[in-house]
């Protein structure tokens, strides 16, 4: 696994989600990427337990339970600001044992789906973002496979994500700051989808023009 870039991409003027996905995936097949599967990754968020917060108005804490077809023996729980536990996927049937200190939130689970391109050295990976039945966002997610130190190739991403994203290129992702010259983990990936889908949550709270 390389370096990973993962961000949001608005819909298109006058566009649905799914005919912006469109456009995207035939810039990349115009710019020579080919089509390598699918992938996934889904998101349910739990809150701490009531009768765990005691009766002095603590707050609750959340955490995320990820999974990621590319890691499909992994499960992946992030703490709000806190750190990500790797585990395997019978975490799942943990989750359920532990209902006393950690209750899933309603209508929580987001996933984003969507299919695999190789373009040389980079992955990408074009989602739409889904909630319930209905589409929420567009997300992208672009690996630089030969290098695994942020900093070291983050010049390269840029310049690559700007051929086919233009003036929708992202800045370099928080999470590369914080780690700066450290080895990039499959983790910093899910912290970058854990930011999105919580982004995308935050922006259905209000009416989005051209998401329908």
């Known amino acids: ?105 309603k209508a929580s689970k987001i996933e984003t789906r969507g299919t695999r391109y190789q373009y040389c050295d980079f992955l990408v990976k074009v989602g739409t973002v889904t909630m319930g039945p209905s589409a929420r966002g567009i997300s992208v997610e672009v690996e630089y496979g030969p290098c695994v130190v942020a900093s070291d190739c983050w010049s390269l991403l840029l310049e690559f994500l700007q051929s086919f994203l233009g003036s929708h290129t992202p800045g370099a992702p928080a999470v590369f700051g914080n780690r700066h010259d450290a080895v990039y983990s499959p983790a910093d990936t899910m912290v970058q989808y854990m930011e999105l889908f919580n982004k995308i949550r935050k922006q259905q709270q209000v009416p989005v023009a051209g998401i329908r």
Not at 36 to 50: L, M, R, S
Not at 53 to 65: C, F, R, T
Request: with cysteine; glycine share 8%.
């Open 1 to 105: 696994m390389g370096v990973t870039c993962v961000s949001q991409m608005p819909v298109a003027e006058g566009k649905s989600v799914q005919q912006t996905v469109e456009l995207l995936t035939r810039k990349l097949e115009m710019l020579g990427a080919e089509k390598q599967g699918t992938f996934c990754v889904d998101c349910e968020t739990y809150h701490t337990a009531a009768s765990t917060l005691g009766s002095q108005g603590q707050a609750g804490k959340l955490m995320y339970v990820m999974h990621n077809s590319e890691h499909p023996l992994s499960c992946f729980a992030l703490f709000e600001n806190g750190p990500c536990l790797i585990a395997d996927t019978n975490f799942d049937v943990l989750m359920v044992k532990l209902k006393g200190f950690f209750q899933s939130a």
